[in-house]
């Protein structure tokens, strides 16, 4: 399993926004702690940073969230990670996250993760801490969808080099969307803080992206058709979701984005620690993990 050895990495989880797309579910509860079939969903973009071999990670979320966040997943020292958290106030759009996270990114190259983005792939942690390992300028990757106008798009030339970036066009230019996984080097806070808001009112993503496009700076990996990019923003797509993952895992016998195995693989912890982790519990994710300590080895 690949491991990003830049150690001048961090990580932003982006976990905020108001959920009201999956209205009532979300008026208690943070749409990204929300479940996934058998695990929350933030568990789902957690563990494709760790896959990445990312340690050191910022979940950003609201003020009410936060706590949520910090009851579930702690300061990540159970899993061998370093978590930490931010608070963005109002959702002031993606790109505000460098200029919260300012005194704590400046000065690294930057992962940015969409907390309700889940990957599913064949060697995803190599492919991501390779773009990590490859990033000079900025690094987005290209996954081809039916519906692009709901997306971020981009466009490529014959080449496969970025050549425009639109959020959300009404008449598409391509059907290649960008999925919320993005690198950044450390110009990146000073980029943010040049940003003015958008048509919607918000620091965009795009526009940082399209920043380090104009500069040249801007490369594009292509996902293929062995990747399923799914997420949990609406009833309908977190229905969904849920379906993918329960057929896959019970066809194959393995779990997708546990954390306690990818942290057991990755080597940051033992087999004491997972036996641990699953306590006394009964269920059938505590029996996977007694488990998994005696199974061979598998991209997870």
């Avoid at 990670?81 to 106030?89: N, R, T």
């Avoid at 949990?232 to 977190?238: C, D, F, R, S, Y």
């Amino acid at each position: 399993m690949a491991k990003a050895a830049d150690k001048t990495w961090k990580a932003i989880l982006l976990a905020g926004g108001s959920g009201s797309r999956l209205y009532p579910l979300t008026l208690g509860l943070n749409k990204h702690l929300l479940p996934v079939y058998d695990k929350p969903m933030i568990y789902y973009s957690l563990s494709t940073l760790m896959l990445g071999g990312l340690r050191d990670i910022i979940i950003m979320s609201g003020k009410d969230a936060i706590p949520q966040f910090q009851r579930l997943l702690g300061d990540g020292s159970q899993w061998g990670l370093q978590l930490s958290y931010m608070e963005q106030a109002a959702p002031n759009g993606i790109a505000e996250c460098f200029r919260i996270a300012q005194d704590e990114i400046r000065g690294h190259n930057v992962a940015l993760m969409l907390g309700d983005n889940i990957f599913y792939s064949d060697k995803l942690g190599e492919k991501i801490s390779a773009a990590m390992a490859e990033n000079a300028g900025a690094t987005i990757f290209a996954c081809e969808v039916a519906n692009p106008s709901e997306f971020g798009v981009v466009e490529l030339d014959d080449q496969g080099r970025p050549i425009s970036l639109e959020e959300k066009p009404k008449q598409p230019r391509t059907n290649l969307a960008v999925p919320g996984f993005y690198c950044y080097d450390e110009r990146v806070v000073d980029m943010a803080w040049k940003l003015k808001p958008g048509p919607r009112g918000e620091l965009e993503i795009t526009d940082i992206n399209r920043a380090y496009l104009q500069m040249g700076e801007l490369n594009v990996k292509r996902f293929g058709r062995g990747i399923a990019w799914l997420d949990g923003g609406t009833h309908a797509a977190l229905y969904d979701a849920g379906q993918f993952i329960k057929v896959v895992e019970e066809r194959t016998g393995l779990k997708i984005a546990c954390p306690e195995e990818i942290a057991f693989r990755q080597g940051y912890i033992t087999a004491e620690d997972v036996m641990r982790l699953a306590g006394a519990s009964k269920t059938p994710y505590a029996d996977y993990l007694r488990a998994l300590v005696h199974a061979p080895s598998s991209e997870t």
